[in-house]
């Protein structure tokens, strides 16, 4: 028996039915793993601006540390040619 006020599917409107069914199972799964592939992609993006800030404070150091050498050779660059010229 049917609900009131409908009528029973035919076969092609049951098929029609089963298909929206379908498409709407496969669009709900496609959403489902876009979201999962964002989520991933931000946090992957997080990490590598994590990673990017981290590095440019290494070389911020390194050049730091590369400034100092550079100083100290050219004062014992001085203190030999002191040594050259006397």
């Given at each position: ?55 440019a ?30």
């Amino acid at each position: 028996m049917t609900p009131a006020g409908q009528e029973p599917l035919l076969p092609r409107e049951s098929d029609s039915l089963g298909s929206l069914e379908e498409r709407i199972q496969q669009t709900v799964g496609l959403v489902t793993r876009l979201r999962q592939e964002r989520d991933s992609a931000l946090e992957q993006t997080a990490e590598a601006k994590a990673e990017a800030g981290r590095l440019a404070g290494e070389v911020k150091t390194l050049q730091a540390e590369r400034k100092q050498v550079r100083a100290r050779i050219e004062r014992l660059l001085g203190q030999i040619d002191q040594l050259g010229g006397g």
